[in-house]
């Protein structure tokens, strides 16, 4: 049993080593020749905890290869596993071309009986289609053996996406019984660790994907959406949420209200699961506001400074702490920092940014108006008429709120006790949906 994985994306890329980690040989094609070298060396271009030393230790066993040899990976593997990009259109759809350029290497260059796993996030229905057009491709070509399409959706963290493939809590595969036997046998070591093993049809499993996200996206906007009206009304986010998650049915997880939500997953499922919505004829108002109230959520920097400036940055130097979409990964994606960033060089306000991971140099390059500090301390002592926190990076949470206690700050992750900022006496505090803290004195009703 050879798995050959295409793409080598942080899904593909970590998909490849833990079926490695599993004892499965595996050979990962990406089109990205630079990639393909650094990573048969053992360098990861992305930054996810534990890869290095899984990737490596992979290698070494022999088990592991990276290739852009599409047809030779192919024509050597029974286990076709696609983990390519699929990007937005301009429209919010989907864009599948990078799913369908491997799709027709495989039924041109495919040699035996195999199955083909679609691990890329792929509008509902595309499972189906994809295997009627594998069906067809094949008998035109007049091949006797079969590929049978499995739809397996990935439900990793950025982050965390090693340690939550190999401790999935399920293992969802949608597709005929053969095939996803196949796949099962697969991943036995996860289920006789305890990950629970659901088939289904293809299409229900592509849609478990997209509803996973969007539910995920709904907590969070609707927390956000809440915190703002704790905002207008002098109350605490922080209370609220305690009270609520305390109900075993609406629990504690994904209930932090922020600048909403980012990444490469959130904003674009949400907004492909809208278009298959009105392209099926079905209602898609709750999950349009989902995305709607993470809009409004991302200018909360722009409307707070402009509140606490009276409505002039123009001049100003405002610090900049976190650029990745959330803590623990390099990616900035859909980032909340870079709307607010945005919103503050339009206001006429520069900036001096920093981030423990991005590799703000390069991001910035171009950007006239931002420099990049080397410290969050550097940022403090650039001389910054205010500070905007965009991750909560553990850096920033731990901080000691004793250098901050000049600086006007506006947490956007709410990432300090309320209760420590008042008795640190900070000058002014912002945070989101928790009352104003001015010299030690929280504004509370
Ligand atoms: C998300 C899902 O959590 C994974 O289950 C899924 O597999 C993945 O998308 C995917 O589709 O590939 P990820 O995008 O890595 O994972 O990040 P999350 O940890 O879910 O965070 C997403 C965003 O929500 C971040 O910007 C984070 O700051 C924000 N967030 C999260 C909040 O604003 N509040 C919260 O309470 C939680």
Same mark, same amino acid.
């Given at each position: ?8 994306? #942080? ?5 490849? =080593?833990?079926?490695? /980690?599993?004892?499965? !040989?595996?050979?990962?094609?990406? =089109? ?44 050597? &593997? ?15 759809? @989907?864009?599948? &071309? ?10 041109? /260059? ?17 499972? %189906? ?30 982050? +965390? ?8 809590? !399920? ?7 053969? @095939? ?18 659901? &088939?289904?049809?293809?299409?229900? @499993? ?14 969070? +906007? ?38 909403? #939500? ?44 402009? !509140? /606490? ?23 900035? !994606?859909?980032? +909340? ?36 500090? @080397?410290?969050?301390? %550097? ?51 912002? &945070? ?8 030690? =004195?929280? /504004?509370?009703?």
């Amino acid at each position: 049993m050879t798995i050959a994985v295409y793409g080598a994306g #942080y899904v593909g890329l970590v998909s490849a =080593v833990c079926f490695a /980690h599993l004892g499965k !040989r595996v050979v990962c094609v990406d =089109v990205d020749e630079a990639r393909v070298a650094a990573l048969s060396q053992g360098q990861s271009p992305i930054h996810e905890d534990g890869l290095i030393s899984l990737l490596s230790a992979q290698l070494a066993s022999g088990r592991l290869s990276f290739t852009t040899d599409a047809i030779r990976a192919c024509s050597e &593997s029974n286990i076709h596993v696609i983990a390519t990009g699929t990007p937005s259109l301009d429209n919010g759809a @989907a864009d599948l &071309s990078q799913v369908y350029a491997v799709v027709n290497i495989l039924i041109e /260059h495919s040699k035996a009986p195999g199955i083909i796993v679609l691990k890329s996030t792929v509008p509902i229905g595309s499972a %189906d289609e994809i295997a009627s057009f594998v069906n067809q491709g094949l008998e035109a070509r007049q091949k006797t053996h079969h590929l049978s399409v499995v739809s397996n959706p990935e439900f990793l963290r950025e982050g +965390s996406a090693v340690s939550d493939f190999l401790t999935a809590s !399920r293992i969802i595969v949608g597709g005929k019984p053969e @095939a996803v036997s196949l796949l099962k046998a697969v991943y036995q070591p996860l289920i006789d660790q305890g990950s629970l093993f659901l &088939s289904m049809s293809r299409v229900s @499993a592509e849609l478990s994907k997209y509803a996973s996200n969007a539910m995920l996206a709904c907590k969070i +906007s609707f927390i956000n959406q809440i915190s703002q009206l704790a905002q207008k009304t002098k109350a605490n986010i922080d209370d609220i949420r305690e009270a609520m998650s305390l109900d075993e049915r609406i629990g504690p997880h994904f209930l932090s209200a922020g600048i909403g #939500y980012g990444g490469s997953c959130f904003p674009k499922d949400v907004r492909a699961l809208v278009q298959s919505s009105k392209s099926l004829g079905v209602d898609p108002s709750l999950l349009a506001a989902i995305d709607a109230v993470n809009e409004v959520q991302k200018t909360w920097g722009i409307v707070e400074m402009n !509140r /606490h400036f009276n409505h002039d940055l123009s001049g100003l130097k405002i610090g900049v702490w976190g650029v990745a979409f959330k803590p623990g990964t390099d990616d900035v !994606r859909e980032a +909340s920092s870079l709307s607010s960033i945005k919103a503050f060089l339009e206001a006429g306000a520069e900036i001096v940014v920093y981030d423990p991971i991005v590799d703000c140099q390069t991001l910035f390059a171009k950007t006239k108006g931002v420099s990049v500090a @080397a410290s969050s301390k %550097d940022v403090l002592t650039a001389g910054i008429d205010a500070l905007f926190i965009a991750t909560e990076w553990p850096e920033f949470v731990n901080f000691p709120l004793s250098l901050l206690i000049d600086v006007s700050t506006f947490d956007g992750r709410n990432c300090f006790d309320l209760r420590a900022v008042a008795e640190a006496k900070l000058a002014h505090y912002y &945070s989101v949906g928790r009352p104003k803290v001015v010299k030690g =004195v929280i /504004h509370e009703a």
